[in-house]
């Protein structure tokens, strides 16, 4: 087994190249991040900080495509935004649980190629099951979008990010009292109103990774567009290295849903919201994590 500390390390020193990086690209040509953060600081100074910190999110946001993101697969794109979403999930047991918030909360775009996220209080509730209910741990998201072009251009996205998850919560659904982390490839490409969406990634928990070995995921997302309605289909899966196989390995998923929107009621504001049914596509799937799920999402964008 590798050292994970300098996998982390090595992750982070990518992560600081980038947001050093001279250059973000959109339209086909290179646009200075500088530029961006000098056009910000030449507004009109009565507009105060806020302004400013509005415009250059604006800005950044009309260099990427405007896809929906999906129920599971996270968008490459960078967004302001607050999310919560709902599972009623069927358990392997028959029981049902609910997963109120599932670690979305607020993403900022804290800079032009860069998004912060941290996470509204999660809470897992199981009815009728005893003493499992209780708070999962705060999650935390860094996403640093590296290529960019929006639709009517080349149409793609490119980003990475790094995501944590705290050991503060009362209960979780993996091992106790150890960070999760997750850095993930982000990718999208858009054909007119059709788009794909992909993530790759792993997932490890420090101090305590003697049964998961590493493991990996993956997230595909295909959407079509018909005015403010959506139709998606998502593969989601969850696996690990050692288990060498994609069709059979506990974690696969195939989500139908819609999402609809984006509503704009006043400047930037908008809202669009989401809903699907996230199913089992095998054994291990059905048994070790749960059989279905009823998802609901909610997104505020500002």
């Not at 300098?6 to 646009?31: C, H, I, M, Q, Y």
Request: proline share 6%.
């Amino acid at each position: 087994m590798f050292n994970r500390t300098f996998l982390f390390s090595l992750l982070l020193f990518a992560l600081s190249n980038f947001v050093k990086a001279d250059t973000v690209f959109w339209p086909g040509e290179e646009v200075s991040a500088q530029d961006l953060v000098e056009t910000m600081n030449s507004q009109d100074p009565g507009k105060g900080w806020l302004g400013k910190w509005r415009k250059m999110a604006a800005e950044t946001r009309d260099r990427q495509p405007k896809w929906l993101t999906p129920l599971v697969t996270s968008t490459a794109r960078l967004e302001q935004r607050i999310r919560y979403d709902v599972y009623y999930e069927t358990l392997p047991t028959g029981n049902k649980g609910w997963d109120f918030g599932s670690g979305k909360g607020v993403s900022l775009i804290v800079g032009p190629t860069i998004q912060f996220t941290f996470s509204l209080p999660e809470y897992l509730f199981f009815p009728g099951q005893g003493r499992k209910d209780g708070f999962a741990g705060e999650t935390f998201l860094v996403r640093n979008r590296i290529m960019a072009s929006p639709e009517g251009q080349k149409n793609y996205c490119f980003s990475v990010q790094l995501q944590a998850v705290s050991p503060l919560g009362t209960t979780l659904p993996g091992p106790q009292n150890h960070w999760t982390w997750a850095p993930t490839l982000l990718f999208g490409k858009g054909w007119g109103n059709f788009s794909m969406q992909l993530n790759f990634g792993t997932r490890w928990t420090d101090g305590n990774n003697t049964n998961s070995a590493l493991p990996y995921f993956y997230n595909v997302a295909f959407q079509y567009r018909i005015g403010y309605v959506t139709p998606t289909v998502e593969i989601t899966s969850q696996s690990s290295f050692d288990q060498l196989y994609f069709i059979n390995a506990p974690g696969l998923f195939v989500v139908p849903e819609v999402l609809i929107g984006r509503f704009a009621f006043k400047d930037d504001w908008k809202l669009y919201y989401g809903f699907g049914y996230q199913i089992g596509l095998n054994s291990p799937t059905i048994e070790k994590k749960y059989a279905n799920a009823l998802i609901m999402k909610f997104h505020l964008l500002f």
